[in-house]
């Protein structure tokens, strides 16, 4: 079996990455992360008009109706660049929930605003510290009103549109909220990596329509989840490539006692453990990636898998590309910083490290007492 990408789709990766090395370099990404700005409108805006958001969308809502693969083959892309753009919380996970749930006046009014760039969508689920589950979830909808707090809130501080687990009597469901409407306060507060804000929402009797239904929010989000995490494996599988490039680039140029210390041999073990993780990373996510667009079976567990592989390599790549550069590596005038940071950004969107190890090991033992039961 042939899990590597067409040749239409290695294309698509071509063309993204022409894209984004012209409109993201690195001094794009300073901008965002050193200025008052939330994210990159600009590129945000150009993502749209190429049709890179709505690649995943059907062309009935305005997007360009490619399928999940090609939508796969961007997110490594922009994941490569560290892009400071909102597409995480916009397209993978609220596009999708609307995708998999909305009713066809929610999609119509929603998607082809999200496909262009137009709206920026986020995802309300923790309401501070602590796991993020069902029985955590205290916010309420009464008389189709919205009361309660979210924090924090991945673009929260930015995002037109807003998803929110909150209870009514049916109890958890997943409500629409426009947060440009009545009722709706929010601030934005510190991160590991400004260049994904994350804010705080109050809400206080905001209108709101579920999505999907009644009592079933809580499923929605796990479906949300197992697809987005792919998604989001293929940016770390991103970011782990390039800071293992950023890495080897600098071992070959930096001299040391006469040689490049590329020809030391703990840098040498260094540079190969990078490669394996990374490697390791991109084979589950290709796997990810084939369940995810046939729909297979197995997606939930290779979900798991690509979530938990992904977030280890590139928590490890983007920690031995600063090690690997030495005392050059700490400092805010190389890149290495960005790629650390985005590491540990994108290790807790969608529940943590420790979450995803939990889901992947429940799901290994249900696929393995399947054949018992039966």
Same mark, same amino acid.
Not at 45 to 70: N, T
Not at 125 to 139: M, Q
Not at 150 to 163: H, I, N, Y
Not at 216 to 242: C, K, N, T, Y
């Given at each position: ?32 992360? &050193? ?6 409108? =600009? ?7 190429? /049709?890179?958001?709505?690649? =995943? ?6 997007? *360009? ?13 922009? /994941? ?53 589950? &069902? ?17 924090? *809130? ?35 507060? &510190? ?23 009644? /009592?079933? /929010?809580?499923?929605? *989000? ?5 697809? =987005? ?19 080897? !680039? ?25 490669? *394996?993780? =990374? ?82 090991? !429940? ?12």
């Amino acid at each position: 079996m042939n899990f590597d990408f067409s040749d239409d789709q290695k294309q698509l990766r071509d063309q993204v990455r022409r894209f984004l090395a012209d409109r993201c370099p690195p001094s794009a990404v300073r901008a965002i992360l &050193e200025g008052p700005e939330p994210f990159d409108r =600009a590129l945000y805006a150009g993502l749209g008009e190429m /049709g890179f958001l709505g690649a =995943a969308i059907p062309e009935a809502y305005g997007g *360009v109706g490619l399928g999940q693969l090609e939508l796969c083959v961007i997110a490594e892309e922009l /994941g490569r660049v560290n892009a400071p753009v909102p597409v995480a919380s916009s397209i993978y996970q609220v596009a999708e929930a609307l995708l998999l749930a909305g009713t066809e006046a929610q999609k119509q009014a929603w998607l082809p605003k999200l496909a262009s760039g137009e709206v920026v969508g986020c995802v309300a689920l923790a309401e501070g510290a602590g796991k993020v589950s &069902e029985t955590a979830i205290h916010a309420q909808v009464s008389g189709g009103k919205l009361l309660g707090t979210k924090a924090p *809130v991945a673009d929260g501080d930015c995002a037109d549109v807003a998803l929110v687990a909150a209870r009514e009597a049916a109890g958890v469901s997943l409500w629409i909220v426009d947060l440009t409407g009545p009722g709706v306060t929010r601030e934005a507060l &510190e991160s590991i990596d400004p260049t994904r804000s994350q804010g705080r929402i109050v809400f206080d009797g905001a209108p709101a329509e579920r999505l999907g239904e009644a /009592g079933q /929010g809580w499923r929605l *989000v796990a479906d949300m989840h197992d697809r =987005a995490a792919i998604l989001i494996a293929f940016e770390q599988v991103g970011g782990s490539d390039r800071a293992l490039e950023l890495a080897r !680039d600098y071992a070959l140029d930096r001299m040391a006692f006469g040689r490049p210390i590329a020809s030391f041999q703990a840098v040498k073990h260094m540079l190969a453990d990078m490669y *394996v993780s =990374a490697t390791l990373a991109r084979s589950n996510a290709y796997y990810g990636a084939w369940a995810l667009s046939t729909g297979a079976a197995e997606l939930p567990m290779a979900a798991a898998t690509a979530r938990v592989s992904g977030t280890q390599a590139f928590q490890h790549c983007a920690k031995n590309n600063i090690q690997v550069h030495g005392g050059m590596g700490f400092t805010w005038a190389f890149d290495c910083h960005l790629f650390y940071r985005r590491a540990n950004g994108l290790a807790l969107v969608l529940g943590s490290q420790s979450t995803w190890e939990d889901l992947l090991i !429940d799901r290994l033992r249900q696929r393995n007492d399947a054949p018992a039961a039966a």
